[in-house]
T-cell receptor, first 112, second 111 residues
Framework: GAGVSQSPSNKVTEKGKDVELRCDPISGHTALYWYRQSLGQGLEFLIYFQGNSAPDKSGLPSDRFSAERTGGSVSTLTIQRTQQEDSAVYLC??????????FGSGTRLTVV | AQRVTQPEKLLSVFKGAPVELKCNYSYSGSPELFWYVQYSRQRLQLLLRHISRESIKGFTADLNKGETSFHLKKPFAQEEDSAMYYCALKGVTGGGNKLTFGTGTQLKVEL
């Protein structure tokens, strides 16, 4: 596609429920990243996929968070048993190997 | 470990005044530095990167390895510059293409 697409754009969920966030990167971009944007916290790195290499999961805050990337394209970020502190904007970005990032518009997650 | 510090959460200047958004970094190797900008209700987008040594929308930034800084500057602020600005670092010697971001500075240009 022309840009990085994320869905849903907004998600309200009850505490304890699982959520799935989707990212469709730019075609041909080998790298895909997930970040979390919270007020006053800046952009917090979550996970990074590069080609067929094992993902860098060093930023995932707990084992409730996981992500996968199927066929080197679409990625899904899953948060299990959501907590109120998970409320944030989840941003996806993609890049050609060493290039600058192109960001999606994000998914605003609200846990009530 | 990589770290980016943006000491100002909010910077308010008058239109036509000079702007300097501060960014300091911590990294033991050779870094690449970037500035990203997010205008109201728009996506985060790349503003400039130090290896390009270019001026975008009148903004420049010089990497100072001695002071470990990459401050963003513009001689005359415009109203349309009001936005959130993030400084980011990529560690060339490790971490792949992963960027570490600062906490951001909200720039408000007043008339």
């Amino acid at each position: 596609g022309a840009g990085v697409s994320q869905s849903p754009s907004n998600k309200v969920t009850e505490k304890g429920k699982d959520v799935e966030l989707r990212c469709d990167p730019i075609s041909g971009h080998t790298a895909l990243y997930w970040y979390r944007q919270s007020l006053g916290q800046g952009l917090e790195f979550l996970i990074y996929f590069q080609g067929n290499s094992a993902p860098d999961k060093s930023g995932l805050p707990s084992d409730r968070f996981s992500a996968e990337r199927t066929g080197g394209s679409v990625s899904t970020l899953t948060i299990q048993r959501t907590q109120q502190e998970d409320s944030a904007v989840y941003l996806c970005a993609s890049s050609i190997n060493t290039g600058g990032y192109t960001f999606g518009s994000g998914t605003r997650l609200t846990v009530v | 470990a990589q770290r980016v510090t943006q000491p100002e959460k909010l910077l308010s200047v008058f239109k036509g005044a000079p702007v300097e958004l501060k960014c300091n970094y911590s990294y033991s190797g050779s870094p690449e530095l970037f500035w990203y900008v997010q205008y109201s209700r728009q996506r985060l987008q790349l503003l400039l990167r130090h290896i390009s040594r270019e001026s975008i929308k009148g903004f420049t930034a010089d990497l100072n390895k001695g002071e470990t800084s990459f401050h963003l500057k513009k001689p005359f602020a415009q109203e349309e510059d009001s936005a959130m600005y993030y400084c980011a670092l990529k560690g060339v010697t490790g971490g792949g293409n992963k960027l570490t971001f600062g906490t951001g500075t909200q720039l408000k240009v007043e008339l």
